[in-house]
């Protein structure tokens, strides 16, 4: 806890090209993010595949907001989970198949597009129980869907789902959202890990330095993949970023010759066929990992199912979704998805999910390396001497021209080299615009691109 943190301060910070610590632990940031950036964003709530019959619905959380995500006879519908007669949550399930939803505490009764159907005993206790019906409906959450996934917003004013993702959908459909027809194998997966959600989101979007020594036990003692300088510093692999809407992404390309391996090949044919556009980059595609703002991060790469290299033993692809929905300023809930193309065989979908078990799942080592990391930094932001410690982000600080840019040609958004922090500081520069509340149409206004970390060389023009 810390008093007295103003947005000014931060600011000045940012200017001066470093980050305090403690936005990774403040009680008073944590408040603020909650309405300036939670309550007006798309948060993403579901995938389609998970609500695939009329009736089915799933309960998701916009940060401390309970949603019901169901699918009616009209479309895809989200309301808050909550009785508009004395609060109660109506739904106690966290997924199912219901045409309606009946309140525990008196009975009230919603049909799955939210409207209050019932009332017991409404003639004889209401005087116009008719009224009540039809101005008392589930309190609702704005649904739209991009390639199946589902995201909701609490503000009637953002922007369509479309705009504000902006051209970031060029990596969703890469990273598989176009062509593969993904669908979620099992439920989410769902753990409490005791790290503020900015570090994940920044982490994912994107933090590539950080994989041969976190990750060193499979990657340098193991030697499962081929890492070698050129896997993060060759020509090929870059990051993108979206300023003003916070959204970054890597891609990386080391094996020339073999099309985004792991992928069945009548998959890449159709991948190839419905995006042409994407062609040129499934060649040597191994990772494609990023998050659209402010917690949605998505992955996907190869996974050897032992202690043996890539290229020498069964290595699936894997997807995986994830959410860092923010329980405290400390603490968050990870929620988890591993996809798989509809298309492959079960037994394909079965290796491609231990796979995504081995590396990223609940148990994943991957994932282990990163929390214990992830806990570390959150406990010292909270540190009586940590908590205003400066964090530096000058990689690639002088964002010029490099010479790897010539072999990406065509991929949409601030391109960088593979090793940078400029989609962080752009994480950044976009979370402080929301802060100050510059982005009331849903995305970042005029702060959102520069004005902050720019005195450490960021490049003028
Ligand atoms: S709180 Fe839901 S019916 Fe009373
Ligand atoms: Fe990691």
């Known amino acids: 806890m810390r008093s007295g943190v103003s947005l000014q301060d931060l ?9 305090p610590a403690w936005v990774f632990s403040d009680a008073q940031v944590y408040e603020w993010e909650k309405e300036a950036i939670f309550k007006r964003v798309w948060n993403f709530l579901a995938h389609e595949s998970e609500i695939p019959e009329v009736g089915d619905y799933v309960v998701r959380f916009i940060v401390d907001t309970p949603v019901i995500v169901t699918r009616t006879e009209h479309g895809i519908r989200a309301h808050v989970n909550m009785c508009r007669h004395r609060g109660a949550p109506v739904c106690r399930g966290e997924r199912g198949r219901s045409q309606a939803f009946r309140c525990p505490y008196h009975g009230w009764t919603y049909s799955n597009t939210g409207e209050l159907v019932g009332i017991p005993f409404g003639e004889q206790i209401y005087v116009d129980p008719e009224r009540i019906k039809r101005e008392l409906s589930l309190p609702r959450v704005r649904v739209q869907s991009y390639r199946g996934l589902i995201f909701g917003t609490l503000n009637e004013q953002a922007p369509s789902l479309e705009d504000y993702l902006g051209e970031s959908t060029w990596y969703l459909d890469l990273f598989g959202c176009r ?16 790290a503020n959600w900015k570090i994940a989101a920044e982490n994912f979007g994107v933090d590539n ?6 990750h060193g036990s499979l990657i340098v003692e193991l030697k499962q993949f081929p890492f070698r300088q050129e896997y993060l510093l060759g020509p090929a692999n870059f990051v993108a970023y979206f300023p003003g809407r916070g959204h970054a992404i890597a891609v990386n390309r080391p094996f020339p010759g073999m099309k985004f391996v792991g992928v069945p090949e009548s998959l890449i044919t159709r991948m190839e066929a419905e995006a042409p556009e994407h062609a040129p980059f499934l060649d040597g595609l191994s990772t494609v990992v990023g998050t659209i703002w402010p917690n949605l991060s998505l992955l996907t790469v190869v996974q050897p199912l032992g202690p043996y290299p890539v290229g020498q ?4 692809r894997y997807w995986t979704i994830r959410v860092w929905q923010p329980t405290g300023p400390t603490q968050m809930q990870v929620w988890s998805w591993c996809l798989v193309p509809r298309a492959m065989s079960d037994e394909q979908k079965w290796k491609s999910f231990q796979a995504y078990r081995l590396s990223f799942g609940i148990s994943g080592i991957f994932e282990q390396d990163d929390a214990e990391v992830w806990k570390g930094i959150t406990e010292l932001a909270a540190s009586l001497g940590g908590r205003e410690v400066r964090l530096n982000y000058e990689i690639d600080g002088v964002e010029g021209p490099w010479p790897g840019q010539r072999f990406i040609k065509g991929a949409p958004g601030v391109v960088r080299p593979y090793v940078t922090e400029a989609g962080a500081r752009n994480f950044w520069r976009t979370w402080l615009t929301y802060l100050r509340g510059g982005s009331d149409d849903g995305h970042g206004g005029s702060m959102g691109d520069r004005g902050v970390f720019d005195s450490r060389g960021r490049a003028a023009g």
């Open 11 to 19: 600011e000045r910070e940012l200017e001066n090209g470093a980050l």
């Open 313 to 316: 033993g069964e290595a699936p």
């Open 179 to 194: 062509g593969l027809d993904l669908e979620v194998f099992g439920d989410p997966e769902r753990w409490i890990l005791s």
């Open 209 to 214: 330095l950080h994989i041969l020594s976190t």
